[in-house]
């Protein structure tokens, strides 16, 4: 595809910068990221048409090109979600901001999620409990009606295990205030790192719930709000899947 030439306006550049990467992505065929930049860059040069008035025939033909690409895309991964064979993958950079929980799931936590598992090796020190009651928190505060949540994770190995084991007991028992029943297993061989709903969606992050930086302090910007917290460097994958539940 052919971009257009001779454009000066901040708006314009940043569309037609934004359209370039879609493109760059689509060729890629990583087609969620091309989808939504496809999107963002429509949005920014309709609105410099709609401002200025600028639309020459082939400026509003380009622009009608990428959204009949955009649809196309739309369709695609629609049909990928119910053939199954969805896989979205979303690189997380050293110290990057903007990851919080929230962004990564909220998207799959459809009103009709009622059972979650998570296997997660790393459910023991301190900070990673709290990482865990984060998440259970987001599960709590969503649209989904979550009433069963399965841990898989494995014992501490050193002098911490009473205190793994007390802040996860502490952990069910705030749960079932909510109605949601915490069930939780201990595997000395789990390695893989999984997020699965009983709609369907599996998550899989390579660093699983651990994936944000320590703060630098205890009142520093990003203790509290994890979208503000840098992150380690981690890759996740999404699928989706008929049979979330292994057998």
């Given at each position: 595809m052919?971009?257009?030439?001779?454009?000066?306006?901040?708006?314009?550049r940043a569309g037609v910068e934004m359209v370039k990467r879609a493109v760059q992505l689509d060729v890629a065929s990583r087609f969620q990221e091309s989808l939504v930049c496809y999107q963002e860059g429509i949005d920014l040069l309709l609105q410099?048409?709609?401002?200025?008035?600028?639309?020459t025939h082939r400026y509003?033909?380009?622009?009608?090109?990428?959204?009949?690409?955009?649809?196309?895309?739309k369709k695609h991964i629609e049909k990928e979600k119910q053939d199954g064979k969805y896989h979205k993958q979303i690189?997380?950079?050293?110290?990057?901001?903007?990851?919080g929980y929230e962004k990564l799931f909220q998207e799959y936590l459809t009103e009709i999620v009622s059972e979650v598992w998570v296997e997660d090796p790393y459910i023991r020190q301190v900070h990673q409990l709290y990482n865990f009651l984060r998440f259970c928190e987001m599960?709590?505060?969503?649209?989904?009606?979550?009433?069963?949540?399965h841990l898989l994770t494995s014992y501490d190995q050193g002098?911490?295990?009473?205190q793994q084991m007390s802040s996860l007991g502490e952990i069910k028992q705030s749960l079932s205030n909510y109605g949601i029943t915490l069930n939780i297993d201990f595997s000395s061989s789990i390695h893989d790192?999984?997020?699965?709903?009983?709609?369907?969606?599996?998550?899989?992050?390579?660093?699983?719930?651990?994936?944000?930086?320590?703060p630098q302090g205890h009142f520093s910007i990003g203790y509290c709000d994890f979208d503000l917290r840098p992150c380690h460097e981690t890759t996740v994958d999404v699928f989706h899947t008929k049979h979330t539940k292994k057998t």
């Amino acid at each position: 595809m052919e971009f257009f030439s001779g454009i000066t306006q901040m708006d314009q550049r940043a569309g037609v910068e934004m359209v370039k990467r879609a493109v760059q992505l689509d060729v890629a065929s990583r087609f969620q990221e091309s989808l939504v930049c496809y999107q963002e860059g429509i949005d920014l040069l309709l609105q410099v048409v709609k401002g200025t008035g600028l639309g020459t025939h082939r400026y509003r033909q380009k622009i009608s090109e990428y959204m009949s690409r955009a649809e196309d895309i739309k369709k695609h991964i629609e049909k990928e979600k119910q053939d199954g064979k969805y896989h979205k993958q979303i690189r997380i950079e050293e110290n990057a901001t903007g990851f919080g929980y929230e962004k990564l799931f909220q998207e799959y936590l459809t009103e009709i999620v009622s059972e979650v598992w998570v296997e997660d090796p790393y459910i023991r020190q301190v900070h990673q409990l709290y990482n865990f009651l984060r998440f259970c928190e987001m599960l709590v505060k969503g649209p989904c009606k979550v009433k069963t949540i399965h841990l898989l994770t494995s014992y501490d190995q050193g002098g911490g295990r009473s205190q793994q084991m007390s802040s996860l007991g502490e952990i069910k028992q705030s749960l079932s205030n909510y109605g949601i029943t915490l069930n939780i297993d201990f595997s000395s061989s789990i390695h893989d790192r999984e997020i699965r709903f009983n709609n369907g969606w599996i998550i899989k992050i390579g660093r699983g719930l651990d994936y944000f930086k320590k703060p630098q302090g205890h009142f520093s910007i990003g203790y509290c709000d994890f979208d503000l917290r840098p992150c380690h460097e981690t890759t996740v994958d999404v699928f989706h899947t008929k049979h979330t539940k292994k057998t």
